[in-house]
């Protein structure tokens, strides 16, 4: 058993590499230059994506699954060789579950800027090095217009749902935005029409973490060698993220002022609590890049559906897909009243649904058997 001494040191980035093991993805690459809302363009773009089941002749079963903001494609499945984490909703895909394969044909993307395949900071550029300091800025409506071309690869002109939360709902909002015809049904889960000022000042003091870690060098990292990543500012950056992730009530009753093991916390040991953090922050550095989780907070952050639409209520009335929305009702990171507006504001919405959980925003990911009773109220139930 290796002790903390022994422990490898972590690469500078997390990202998947060529040459790694592909795992379950699949790739699409655009034969374009992508164009970009606030200019500017990506010469050279890659979708990493997963799939379960099989097409129907005509299509019709296809659903499209999409991540939050540390998720990836690998929605379902063990860990394993080019998978660093098991799926982060796997409840929700197989057999008698809510998406089985035998019946719904389930796409899930690596978001545009993220790092488990797809193009992002640690990808190469047309000459081979990392992007690095030099991607672009991305917004959620850049990120749907390479799924939407994803979509056309795959012979998909409407998918039967588009489902996401978080991050993942601001992307299957913006679907139903920007390509009503194309989205059959929809199922937004803790997420909002636009990044609240609290939700910004959140993101403002995680991108401070990252870029003022002396090993960030300005983005321009990916070269570096193991334990010389920005892993500090990323882990504090994650340390935060997480208590916003989880509720007060739930770490109060889970830890409390318990110190960890044997460590005295009045002599540099740790409160379980802080144990805790430790290990969220640690996993990530291992299997996340640090320029994406500032490319993609910085996309959350750009995110209003109502931009150049007329406003909110005006980009809302686009969506004429049959909808639900949900809220955790212990969410203070993306609390209820930010999906009652959705709801509100969207025509064919039903009343605002609530997933009733002790561990906040994560609810959407833990309380899997609710959120198959959603999508069972959209696509029918399970077999």
């Known amino acids: 058993m290796l002790t903390s001494s022994e422990v490898p040191l972590p690469p ?20 374009a230059p992508l164009a970009l809302e606030a200019g500017g363009e990506l010469p050279k773009v890659r979708l990493a994506f997963e799939t379960w089941g099989r097409p129907a002749p005509d299509r019709s079963n296809a659903v499209l699954v999409l991540h939050a903001l540390t998720g990836d494609s690998h929605v379902a499945g063990p860990a394993g060789p080019g998978h660093p984490s098991p799926g982060w909703w796997d409840g929700l895909i197989g057999a008698r579950r809510a998406l089985d394969p035998d019946r ?38 850049d990120q749907v217009a390479v799924e939407a071309d994803l979509a056309d690869a795959l012979g998909i002109d409407r998918w039967a749902l588009v489902v996401g939360g978080s991050m993942g709902g601001m992307r299957a909002l913006e679907w139903a935005v920007a390509h009503p015809e194309r989205t059959g049904a929809l199922l937004l889960l803790a997420t909002t029409a636009a990044a609240s000022a609290e939700q910004i000042a959140w993101a ?37 993220a997480h208590v916003t992730y989880r509720s007060e009530p739930e770490l109060r009753g889970r830890f409390g002022r318990t110190p960890q093991g044997a460590e005295d916390p009045w002599d540099g040991g740790r409160y379980q609590v802080e144990s805790y953090l ?11 890049d640090a320029g994406s989780y500032v490319t993609l907070t910085e996309a959350m952050n750009s995110h209003d ?68 009773a959603l999508v069972a109220e959209l696509l029918g139930p399970a077999v």
Request: aromatic share 8%; glycine share 14%.
């Open 104 to 141: 719904w044909f389930v796409v899930a993307p690596n978001v545009l800027g993220g790092c488990q395949g797809s193009t992002g900071p640690s990808s190469p550029d047309p000459g081979g090095r990392p992007w690095g300091s030099r991607f672009p800025f991305l917004t959620q409506r």
């Open 204 to 240: 403002n003091i995680q991108l401070r973490a990252v870029r003022g870690d002396p090993h960030w060098r300005g983005g321009d990292y990916h070269d570096a060698g193991p334990g010389r990543g920005p892993h500090a500012g990323l882990g504090l950056a994650r340390r935060l």
């Open 305 to 372: 559906v109502g931009r150049g639409r007329g406003g909110m209520r005006a980009a809302l009335s686009r969506v004429t897909a049959p909808t639900l929305v949900a809220g955790v009702d212990t969410d203070r990171l993306y609390p209820p009243y930010q999906q009652a507006e959705l709801a509100a504001g969207i025509a064919a919405a039903d009343r605002l649904r609530v997933i009733e959980s002790p561990y906040g925003h994560d609810g959407f990911l833990i309380e899997v058997e609710q959120v198959a």
């Open 12 to 31: 500078a980035s997390g990202a998947w590499r060529e040459g790694d093991p592909p795992g379950r993805r699949r790739w699409y690459e655009r034969a």
């Open 278 to 288: 430790d290990h969220h922050a640690a996993k990530l550095v291992r299997r996340f």
